[in-house]
Antibody
Framework: EVQLVESGGGLVQPGRSLRLSCAVS????????MHWVRQVPGKGPEWVSG????????VYADSVKGRFTISRDNARNSLYLQMNSLKAEDTALYYC????????????????WGQGTLVTVSS | EIVLTQSPDTLSLSPGERATLSCRAR???????LAWYQQKPGQAPRLLIY???TRAAGIPDRFSGSGSGTDFTLTISSLEPEDFAVYFC??????????FGGGTKVEIK
């Protein structure tokens, strides 16, 4: 069974940092690109960042470029999101999502999702 | 960035009825790379349709996708109780940035 489990969310002050993790199981992690997608309750999802199977290709939404860094550790079957200089508008539920693309390339189509970890940025 | 507009915002229907959801793009979606997701309260989105009309694994055939270019439709031929949820469209042909629509809620009438 495919499982993606996010962790690391919480309440943080504006300007501070937070690191999210996503532990995966049930599939060969290094066969797939992975992404972070966030969602404010009651709104549509917003794609944040993606990374291909071997970390050669990393892409970001303009809203987080220069502040967030996506990374992965294939040996640990884990995906990460380092979030710096956090803003109130970064408050959302953050999902880890698997890319459906063949060969681990980024096509940004999401066939499996975790349950999310909540990030609240507030003073 | 390709903006996706979904309509209606809310669809009030009874079980057994047909649901027709619309997703309109401001620009042509490259290769018709348009997907539909279903989201129930407290759950993550679930992939239903990709490439405009291809059902994802395990998705019942009462769900169908159609359209091309800038106009796309998700049809649920006969609503089951478990189909009442929010539905999002997403384009992935011109990414990054990929974009999602604002959603259509299908509620029980």
């Amino acid at each position: 069974e495919v499982q993606l489990v996010e962790s690391g969310g919480g309440l943080v002050q504006p300007g501070r940092s937070l690191r999210l993790s996503c532990a995966v199981s049930g599939f060969r992690f290094d066969d797939y690109a992975m992404h972070w997608v966030r969602q404010v309750p009651g709104k549509g999802p917003e794609w944040v960042s993606g990374i291909d199977w071997n970390s050669d290709t990393v892409v970001y939404a303009d809203s987080v470029k220069g502040r967030f860094t996506i990374s992965r550790d294939n040996a640990r079957n884990s995906l990460y999101l380092q979030m710096n200089s956090l803003k109130a508008e970064d408050t959302a539920l953050y999902y880890c999502a698997r890319d459906k693309g063949i060969g681990g390339v980024v096509i940004a189509l999401f066939d499996s999702w975790g349950q999310g970890t909540l990030v609240t940025v507030s003073s | 960035e390709i903006v996706l507009t979904q309509s209606p915002d809310t669809l009030s229907l009874s079980p057994g009825e047909r649901a027709t959801l619309s997703c309109r793009a401001r620009q042509t979606v490259t290769n018709n790379y348009l997907a539909w997701y279903q989201q129930k309260p407290g759950q993550a989105p679930r992939l239903l349709i990709y490439g405009a009309y291809t059902r994802a694994a395990g998705i019942p055939d009462r769900f169908s996708g159609s359209g091309s270019g800038t106009d796309f439709t998700l049809t649920i031929s006969s609503l089951e109780p478990e189909d009442f949820a929010v539905y999002f469209c997403q384009q992935y042909g011109s990414s990054p940035p990929l974009t999602f629509g604002g959603g259509t809620k299908v509620e029980i009438k």
